[in-house]
Every structure is written in C-alpha cells, then in structure tokens.
C-alpha cells in the first residue's frame, strides 16, 4: 500500500513538472491581455497613447503583456543619427513596460556591437530561435520566454526570416559570424513547448505569408504575433485553429488579444485592432520625453525647399537615383524600392531628418564599370527576385518582358535620347547597393574592375553618404534650381501583349496624360548662394562619426518616352507594390496576362 501511495504522489509530481499548467483550478477562466505592435521603425510619437492604453488596462486587469514582432530601429534619425544610435527607442520602450521583442532584420542595422549594447540596456529580452551567434559579436539571443501569469506559464517562441540567400534582409556586413537556420524547420524542434505548457505563441518577424505556412506547418501555435511585410489586419487571419494578427508599421496601430485559458488550455480569444490616433490620453511623462527626443536642432535644420511634393516610389527614387548619377557622374543609377523609406516630401522645407527618413542605411555609394549585357542582367535579376519592377533608375528607360511563367525573357533599355545601349560601350553604373544582392547574384555579372568608391567630394573622405542634402546640380542667381533632364522610365511588356506598356512613369510630377507632357518638380535652396549652402552643411555634417559625407540629389523632370511606350490597348492593371519595401512582402505585384 505504502508502494502504491508512494507511486501515485511521484506521478502527481512528475506530472506538475510537466505539466505545469494543469496546476490552475478549475473554475473561472484566466484572462490574458497581450498588447502588440511591430515593425515601429523608430517612429516615437505615438508610444506615450501606447502606454497610456497599456497603463489603463493594467489598472484593470492583472495580466497584461506588451509585445514587438521585431524592427523596432530605422526609420526615424532623432532615433538612429544620434551617438548612442537606437537607445532613444530602447529607453522609451522600457518605460512603456515591453516584456519581450522578436528580433528582425533591421535590428541588424544598428551593428552587432550596438545591438549588444542596447539588448543589454532593454528591460525586456530579444528572442529569436534560428539565430546562432557562436562565432559572432553578437550576444546569443534566447530562442523563446516564458511568461507568468499567477500559476500558468506562456512560452513565446521567436523566429526571424531569412531572404532567398538565407540571411534576414540586412546589409551582409552587418551579419559576419552569424549563422541562420531556416525558421519554421527550426521553429518545429520548440513544439515540445505546447506539450509542456498547453499554450503557445508565436512571436515572428516572417511577413505575413510566412506566417501562414508556419500555422499550417505548426498548428500547435494558439496565436502568432506577426511582423515584417507591415500587413494590417483589421480581423485576425485564422489558419484552422490557429490566429495570425499583425498591425501594420509606424505604431500607427496596436492589436489587443485576450485570451480566456482554462485548465491549461485556450478557450477563447478576442482580438482588436486599435488605431493610436483614437487613444485621447497620452503618459505625460513618456510624452515629455518624446519631445525632448524630437527637439535636435540639426535635423530641424532646413537645407532646400520644394516648389512641389515628391510623392511615390518613382518620384522619390528619381530624385535619389538623379542625386547619385549627377554627383558621382555615373551614366546610370539604380535605386530599389526596399531603400525608399517614406511615401512622399510635401512641398515646402525640406529638413535634414526628412532626407534621412527617405534614406536611413547610409550605404556607400559604388562605381562599377559595366557593359550592356551586364546591366540587362541586373535588370533581369532584380525582376526575377521580387517578380516585379524594383528598381528605380536615372538615365535610361526600360523595359521588362516576361515569358508565361512570369520570368524576364528580355530588358529593352534606351538612354535618355531613345537610343539603345551601345553593346560595346562600358558604362559607370552605381546599383542599389554594391552588397544588396542584386548586382552581386545577377546572372552572368562579374565584377571586372574593383568597384571605385568616389574620393573626388568635400574634404577627401574615403566613402560618402548618400544624400543628406539637395545636392543642386545647375542654380541660376537667387538660388533656383533648373531641373536637369535626366529622365527615366519603368515599364513591364506581358509576352502575350502586342506592346509595351508603362508601369511606372519618371516624370516627377503629380500625373502625366500621355507624350510630350514634362512637368518638373523644382526645388531650390534656402539661401542665395546654393553651392556655399552646400558646402557649409557638408563640411558641418562630415565632422560626426556616423556621417562619412553628405550627398544629395535635385528632383527632376523626365522627357517623354517614345510614343510606343505609352500606347494603351484594353485596360491595364497598374501593378503596385505595398507600402516600403522589405522583401518576402505578401501583397506582391501582380504581372496580369495581356497586360
């Protein structure tokens, strides 16, 4: 008997161990709140209405958990121009009370030493599975948390996506030593945690596409807090049992999840998706705070001024890839549309933190040396990645034609006269970036001249960043600025049309009716004489440690492409991508047949 006894008290124990959630009794259900948000890209404003909600249901319920799906930098410079670059973000999200952030892609972007930094001011962990940092600078992340709520305990795995040359969507510079395991392979070796806990939530920066496959893949998940292709979902998106929620970007949102968990297991979920502009009260004291973060008097500083709005992927890349072509005097540049960062610059000041929303990486800026071939397939590659036009261009127009399946089969490009490329010309060419992937995986590209970083600027320094300010290229008296006429275009032919249509058109105004029609967009300095202007900010601006040079560009107008390029048939699709420009993004462009 005493046997027997002593066999029933072990497996009681054994089995709380295991257990553990069982321990909750039976009776009323447990209510959990998870707060969540993703993909701020240091955008502050709206934390101090975010804690607000936060504090609010603290105040009436005892579990409330505040969540990121990761990239919680870049985006905002009062956040990653400062000298402890990112710690403004960390700070503010500390005082808000985050208890766990998924590590993304553009957390990289802060450098391995600067992430290790702020990892260890955060209150909160960073969590990531399928990250291995054994033989990087790297701290090693955890892969999941647990979190109490009174008796019962919530795992949160995190995963990380990873693009087609499996690394998360980073500069490689910024991932040495690091090794990456594809996500919801790794993800799987963690189902014991639904076992262990009877919950499981999936905190993930995948796009919202790899969350679908990781629902159907692991229907252990009870949710998935997503992140990455900046999706909003009004209503969560159910894959059988499990729901996927995602709040967009910008902390314009915050999803509300309440879970009722009874006897180690979810019983019921509710979900709101609640837009910050209509959270009335505001923490005074993280408001404050913001609004010191916001004063710096620099980036305030107004450089150019715009007679009109630059608004859209086309015009905003005309206006960085006209800046690097004419500085650099490159015969064409390249600009993805992953690297534009905000919609649009309203007419008016142009600030120095505008230019770095536009452009937040400061990458250096390339010279290669390249034949025709090789730039057609550049082209080629950079549509067979996204399926897709992706990159903006200055002093060509091209054209994409696809076979059935949806692949580039030919690049039609014409400089700015209508003139084919000369096949046996080399061309100075500057891509998206040296490191991006683009030129570097294209098909037949090879580098035959070590690319040439630009010594030729202010001051002699070894490499320059991209555009900081509005580079004039002609000014006439009193500061205006002549647009100069370096116009491009974008275009998209479906093998079953019978010509070409336009997808994107380089004008750099607000709309366009058809051939002959070139309205510019002008912009011109704030002070009479441009070039001293200029000079006066760069030699400024050089002096800090994250800027090696500022560099910019003047908007442009682009002349009329040949009368076939804007023939129009039978009613076309426009196809567009979504807003910014991560890779793996679930609203896709569409290549329609016929178009």
């Known amino acids: 008997m005493k046997i027997l006894n002593s066999f029933l008290i072990l497996s009681l124990l054994l089995a709380v161990a295991v257990h553990p959630v069982y ?20 955008k502050i404003d709206n934390l101090a209405k975010l804690a607000y909600l936060a504090d609010s249901l603290r105040k009436t319920h005892p579990y409330v958990f505040l969540m990121a799906a990761g990239d ?24 808000c009370g985050f208890n ?78 690091l090794k990456f395991t594809e996500g919801i392979q790794k993800a799987k070796g963690y189902s014991w945690l639904k076992s262990n806990y009877g919950i499981l939530i999936g905190l993930t920066h995948l796009g919202v596409e790899g969350d679908e496959k990781l629902a159907k893949e692991m229907p252990q998940f009870d949710v998935i807090i997503g992140g990455h292709s900046h999706t909003t979902l009004k209503l969560p998106m159910m894959v059988d049992s499990v729901m996927i929620v995602q709040t967009g970007s910008s902390l314009k949102n915050v999803g509300k999840i309440t879970l009722l968990v009874q006897n180690g297991k979810v019983t019921g979920r509710k979900y709101e998706l609640i837009p910050l502009a209509d959270i009335a009260g505001s923490n005074a004291g993280i408001r404050q705070l913001i609004d010191k973060y916001n004063d710096n008097k620099e980036l305030d500083r107004v450089i150019a001024r715009a007679e009109a709005p ?57 010279v290669y040396k390249m034949n025709a071939a090789e730039i057609k397939s550049l082209i080629a ?88 300010i509005i580079l004039v290229q002609h000014h006439r008296p009193g500061g205006r600025v002549d647009p100069a006429d370096h116009g491009a275009g974008i275009h998209h032919q479906h093998p079953t049309a019978g010509h070409r249509q336009p997808t994107r058109r380089r004008t750099g105004a ?69 807003a910014r420009g991560d890779r793996n993004r679930v609203a896709r462009p569409e290549v329609l047949v016929g178009e």
């Not at 990531?128 to 109490?148: E, F, T």
């Not at 002008?522 to 760069?538: F, N, P």
Request: net charge negative; aromatic share 4%.
């Open 23 to 42: 321990a909750q009794k039976s009776g009323k259900p447990t209510e959990i709140i998870i707060l969540h948000t993703n993909d701020m890209h240091a």
């Open 72 to 95: 919680n930098f870049t985006g905002n410079p009062v956040v990653d121009m400062v000298e402890d670059k990112g710690y403004p973000m960390i700070d503010l999200m500390n005082r």
């Open 100 to 177: 766990v952030t998924a590590i993304g892609n553009h957390e990289f972007d802060l450098g391995q030493d600067k992430l290790n930094a702020r990892m260890k001011q955060a209150s909160f962990p960073f969590i990531s599975c399928n990250i291995d940092a054994s033989a990087a600078l790297l701290r090693q992340p955890k892969p999941y948390i647990i979190l109490h709520a009174g008796k019962l305990r919530i795992p949160v795995l995190g995963i990380i996506e990873l693009g087609q040359n499996g690394l998360p969507d980073s500069h490689p510079s910024k991932l040495s030593g």
């Open 310 to 366: 630059l608004i859209g992927e086309n015009e905003l890349g005309s206006l960085m890839t006209d800046a690097l072509s004419s500085r650099l005097q490159a015969d064409f540049a390249f600009q993805n549309t992953g690297g534009i960062r905000i919609s649009s610059l309203p007419a008016g000041d142009i600030r120095l933190k505008d230019v770095y929303r536009l452009d937040p990486f400061g990458n250096l800026a390339v």
């Open 381 to 468: 590659n950079s549509y067979n990645r996204e399926k897709a036009i992706d990159l903006e261009v200055s002093g060509m127009n091209y054209s994409v034609i696809t076979n059935t399946d949806g692949k580039c089969k030919e690049v039609i490009m014409l400089d700015n006269s209508g003139n084919p490329l000369d096949p046996t010309r080399e061309y100075k060419l500057l891509p998206a970036d040296a490191d991006d992937g683009v030129a570097r995986d294209a098909p037949g590209l090879h580098r035959r001249d070590a690319p040439a970083r630009n010594h030729n600027t202010a001051g002699g320094l070894a490499g320059i960043h991209r555009y900081v």
């Open 510 to 578: 607000d709309d366009f009716t058809g051939p002959g029609k070139n309205s510019g967009v002008v912009l011109h300095a704030a002070g009479a004489d441009v070039r001293r202007a200029v000079d006066l900010v760069i030699k400024t601006l050089a002096t800090r440690e994250h800027i090696d040079l500022a560099v910019a560009g003047a908007a442009v107008r682009g002349p009329a492409a040949p009368d076939d390029l804007h023939r129009v048939g039978s009613q076309v699709q426009i196809p567009q991508r979504a």
